[in-house]
């Protein structure tokens, strides 16, 4: 259920209403708008009934249900979308960002050559895989601990921030003492021991949508996060498997509205992964950006044709540098106007709830 708060509502009203929520059996997780508070009330278990009574209470304005399973994800909970600050810069604002960089992180020249010429071009992360999840065993399997000393040294030659993925809840803690935003892959999107480690690390995660996970299934992945305590989270759309051959996966753009229509979490959308082919790449990129996504995840590799993984959807400098030219901000805006004119029919239930804060 969502509480919400009168705007003016006290703060003795307000801890009030968290004190109640706990008391009917339920988490309180309070969102403070500009001019009122959210509180949802979250769990199982508790009385559904004593929570609605608190429509009487002092500085309540209204309490309804949360429309979906994913509750603290749900865009009924928040009158605005979140931004992530990754290292300084922010996924999720106005202007829309490029993440770029090799699948694997292969050797000090490799690394550094990739992430002078993405910066270059106009990037504002840098990605590289340290720990790979690849199908076979026989693959090459990443570098490990030295593939995340060389993003650091990336990240301290260029200013990029990094993004990296984590398979094990062991390697967590080494991770996030090298990176500035932590990726559950697709292949771990319902890992929940993962997402539940994940959500105390006190880093950014890059939520993957797994191939086979409905939005619904995502959206409750990402609540796990959201549940433990880190809201600093970012949704990536990267395909999904489909009975398409000429591409490796399909790229699920309706997804990527459809989970900023049900989400108030930035969502990214990835290209590289998300068609396999490095042909695509541009027009994939073009699509995401106009139907809203927050940002893109690009695969750039200084020689494609020798990289350990992933060559195939692998852009050179020279082509991410012409693909960054077309991607132009009037893009993007195409995709405002939309979604204020079409909110989705719980939206339009719930307005009171979505845009009163
Ligand atoms: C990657 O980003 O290199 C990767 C392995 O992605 P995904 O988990 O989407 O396959
Ligand atoms: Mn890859």
């Known amino acids: 259920m969502v509480i919400n708060m009168a705007a003016g509502a006290s703060e003795a009203e307000l801890q009030h209403v968290i004190d109640r929520v706990k008391e009917c059996g339920f988490q309180p997780h309070v969102t403070r708008g500009s001019e009122r508070a959210i509180v949802a009330a979250v769990g199982s278990g508790g009385s559904r009934a004593a929570l609605e009574a608190l429509k009487a209470a002092p500085g309540v304005e209204d309490v309804v249900p949360i429309a979906h399973p994913f509750k603290l994800v749900s865009r009924q909970i928040r009158g605005e979308r979140t931004r992530v600050d990754v290292g300084g810069v922010v996924i999720g604002g106005e202007a829309a960002v490029v993440i770029a960089g090799p699948c694997s992180v292969e050797s000090r020249e490799q690394i550094l050559a990739t992430a002078r010429a993405v910066k270059a071009a106009g990037a504002s992360l840098l990605r590289g895989g340290a720990y790979k999840p690849r199908t076979s065993p026989y693959d090459f399997q990443g570098l490990g601990l030295e593939a995340l000393k060389l993003l650091r040294e990336a990240r301290e030659e260029t200013g990029l921030p990094v993004v990296t993925e984590v398979m094990s809840t062991q390697d967590i803690e080494l991770i996030g003492e090298y990176a500035d935003m932590l990726q559950v892959g697709a292949r771990n999107m319902q890992n929940y021991d993962l997402l539940r480690q994940l959500a105390k690390c006190g880093k950014a995660v890059l939520l993957k949508r797994g191939p086979s996970a409905t939005v619904k299934e995502w959206l409750l992945a990402a609540e796990y996060l959201l549940a433990g305590g880190n809201g600093n ?110 909110p989705v029919a719980s939206e339009r239930l719930n307005r009171r709830s979505v845009y009163s804060v």
């Open 233 to 342: 989270v970012v949704l990536c759309e990267r395909g999904i498997k489909t009975f398409e051959t000429e591409t490796r996966n399909t790229l699920d753009l309706a997804a990527v509205a459809l989970a900023r229509e049900l989400s108030h979490l930035p969502v990214i959308a990835d290209p590289s992964h998300g068609t396999g082919r490095r042909d695509l790449i541009a027009p994939a990129s073009r699509a995401a950006l106009a139907i809203g996504a927050d940002g893109l995840i690009i695969e750039v590799h200084p020689c494609p044709e020798r990289a350990l993984s992933d060559g195939a959807q692998s852009l050179n400098p020279e082509e991410f540098a012409r693909l960054m030219q077309g991607l132009t901000a009037p893009l993007r805006a195409l995709a405002a106007p939309l979604e204020m004119r079409i």
